[in-house]
Structures are given as structure tokens and as C-alpha cells.
């Protein structure tokens, strides 16, 4: 079982040239093309136009440039839009509303001008310390919409500038950054051959992502330069939905001269509640793989290693008239128990999977509910309801 504490975007595919020309020279001709400078300032010699169509991870993962981690660690947030609508049937209700992403969400000027909810195939996002502050999304999008003009155009993208943020949009992507991300022009840049991407220049992110290429969604948190004493290098989940059964993949890329047998133990533990779980380690990963079934799966989450954070699933049911809570636990993955607490002192425990119990309130109570996951000394909260009566 999976849960999240964020919200959906990012992690992508093998590393590798994403501009298929060898070179921007016409070979019709005898002498080198002229260099011709685009509209943003860059040669087309040091940056292609050639940006791939693709909606796949490896296609969202030309964006990120090498320089994404330099000032410390960087998480990437991949979704599969597409997928999720296709299986929407098969997925719980509170996947459901987690993985409800509209343009309007980004809050970066009137963003949502360029396409509607189902305009997104596949999403990307990615920061330092875990703020989405950049993405990319695959789709189909009108950049002729808009109702202002473009501060700039670089090849097919047409740039707008907002208070809050900047967007780039072509007919098949739209990339953002909003204040404190690395800008879209730097997006732009790396899209467009013009600079290197993480992918190519860090193991650790090639790595994560050639294991979590096949996911519906997945997260990957890569550890910064300047963290020599990490004992990960990378830790990532995925999951990749299917009717009825989908595949749940954990991994783990070590550090240098660590082991990853002993990243062993927090597999088995966050695969505890998983059917069919294997796990393999090689020179410097660790990958567990299991299946759930598709209701019960929620977005991955990552603390610091796979078996930082305790999970179950619960559900939370509040009935106006009665003045009453209902808290049943539906599944237990690595956790020993749930504990359900609120801010009126009322503390109950369940242990079993299909256990239920019920808070009572009085006219004029007003609190928040909370379910904890508890796993040996490891607590995290995986549910929790603002109520009111």
C-alpha cells in the first residue's frame, strides 16, 4: 500500500541523447549553416528546436538539467494522467480527488486558458527540498489562446510572464516555473540540447528512473552533491496501474561504499502488506516489487529512505445527524496498528484489518480527527477529517 503527503508530478527514463540530429548543419551543403540566434538570445548551434513529442518518462525527463540538484537534494513527481483516467473505475475515492489535476491548480496568471482538464497526458514535476517549483506537462494545449501577447517566442513555444510565475507553452507541451524554480528558460534550454540533463550526468537518477520507467506514477527523491554522508544516493516508488491488480516497485540506490543488503530490511518492511513481494540487491541497488489491488492503491511518499514512514489505509466516515465518526482500517501494509486521536482527548486504537471504531461528538464540537499509522517506533499520520457539528 501506498500513501502520499504531496501532490502529484514526477520522475522519468534512461538517459541518453534526446535530439535525434547529429548535428544542426545542413548536409545539403558543403560549408557549416550560418548560427542563427533565437528570439531568447541562445545559438540554435549550442541549442536544437528539436524537442520530442513523446509523453513517456524518458521524453518528460529532457527538462531537467544537470544543474537541478547542485544546491542540495531534488525530488521528481511523475504522473500519468492518461492512465488514471483509464482506470478511474478500478482506483479509491480518495485517489481519485488526489490525482484531480487541472491547470488552474499551478496558480501561475490564467493558465488554465491553454487547455482543459483532460488536455494533460503526462506531468512532471521537480524541486529542491521537495517544491515542485518546475514542470512540464505532455499534452495537447492552444498557445493561441491566450489573452495577451507572448513576452517571447522561442521556436514553437510561446513564453508569458506572470507575477507569480512563468510559462512556456507549445502545442504538445506546457512547462512552468514559478519564482523560486530554475525559470523556463533554463527548462527550455535543457529541452532543446542546449544544456545536460541529470539524467545523463547522475547514476543515481538513471538509475531510479530505468526501474520506475514502466510506472503509472512514481516519486524519486535524489540526494544533493553536497550530502557525502547520505547512505542513499536515491530512493524512489512507483506504481503502475492495471484493472483489478497493479504492481507496487520500491527502490533504493546506495551512496558510495555502502551496501545495499542492508536497505534489505526496510524493503521487507514496506512490502509487508504487499501480495507477491521480491526484492533483489545488486552492486548499489535494492529493488522490491509487489502487487496490491487497484483500490487500494494511493500515491507513493517518500521520507528520507522506503521505510521511514509507517502506512495503512483507513476510512473515515461522518454522519451529521448522529454526531459520530467512523474510523475502519482497511488495510495494514508495514504498520502494527493505527491509532486514532482527536483535539477533544478521545484515543483509540485498532489492530485488525476490518476493525472499526466510533468517536462521538456533541452539539458545538468542532476538532480534527487523526489516524496514525504505527510501525515498531515509526509513527506517521495517514488519514485525518476537519469536522464541525
Known sequence: MLTTTGAISALAISAGCLDDSDSDSNPDSEEPAESETGSNGTDDDDATSTVSTETDLSAQLQWVPAEANADGEITLHYADLEAIRTHESDLSDDFRESTQLELADLDIGDINQFGDAEAIETSLSFG???SAADFAFAGTFTPDAADAEPTETVDEFSVFEYENGTIAV????LLGSHPDGLGVETLLEAGRGGTELLVETDEATATLSGELESTSIAIGRITGADAVDAELAGVGHGATLDSETSAVTFVGVTADGNDPDAFVDELERSGGGLDDFTFETTESTAVGEGTVP??????????????QEARASVTISVDETERTADVGLTSLSNADKVNVIDGLDQNETIEEV?????LTYDEGDETTI??????GSTKTVVASEEIAF
Open 370 to 375: 487523526q489516524v496514525i499509522a504505527v510501525a
Open 128 to 130: 529542491i527540498d521537495s
Open 294 to 307: 487497484t483500490d487500494e492503491v494511493q500515491l507513493p511518499s517518500l521520507g528520507r529512505s522506503v521505510g
Open 170 to 173: 507549445s502545442e504538445e507541451w
Open 354 to 358: 476490518g476493525g472499526m471504531v466510533t
